[in-house]
Nanobody, 125 residues
Framework: QVQLVESGGGLVQAGGSLRLYCAVS????????MGWFRQAPGKEREFVAG????????YYEDSVKGRFTISRDNAKNTVYLQMNSLKPEDTAVYYC??????????????????WGQGTQVTVSS
């Protein structure tokens, strides 16, 4: 079974940075488009960033463009989300997801068949 495990979340002040990690085991990592989603209390799950199988194409929600960077290392079976200039509105549980059916990451959560357990990111003002 494919497993995704996120780490790197925590509490940070506004303007600070965090780097999230998603370790993938099982399956064939290089065949998965990968995405990061987040969900705040009372809100629906929201697309944050996506990356293609090779890492050659990346996509971002408008509100995080210029602040967040998604990357992957297929040799290490790991996808990353570097988050800079964090804002209180970035506070959410962040989830890593894998899509085995597409080359380029989808912005729709329904496209992803595998999900991690989530890691909490809290940004204080």
């Amino acid at each position: 079974q494919v497993q995704l495990v996120e780490s790197g979340g925590g509490l940070v002040q506004a303007g600070g940075s965090l780097r999230l990690y998603c370790a993938v085991s099982g399956g064939t990592f290089r065949s998965y488009a990968m995405g990061w989603f987040r969900q705040a209390p009372g809100k629906e799950r929201e697309f944050v960033a996506g990356i293609s199988r090779s890492g050659g194409s990346t996509y971002y929600e408008d509100s995080v463009k210029g602040r967040f960077t998604i990357s992957r290392d297929n040799a290490k079976n790991t996808v990353y989300l570097q988050m800079n200039s964090l804002k209180p509105e970035d506070t959410a549980v962040y989830y890593c997801a894998a899509d085995e059916d597409r080359v380029v990451a989808s912005r729709s959560a329904t496209s992803y068949g595998y999900w991690g357990q989530g890691t909490q990111v809290t940004v204080s003002s």
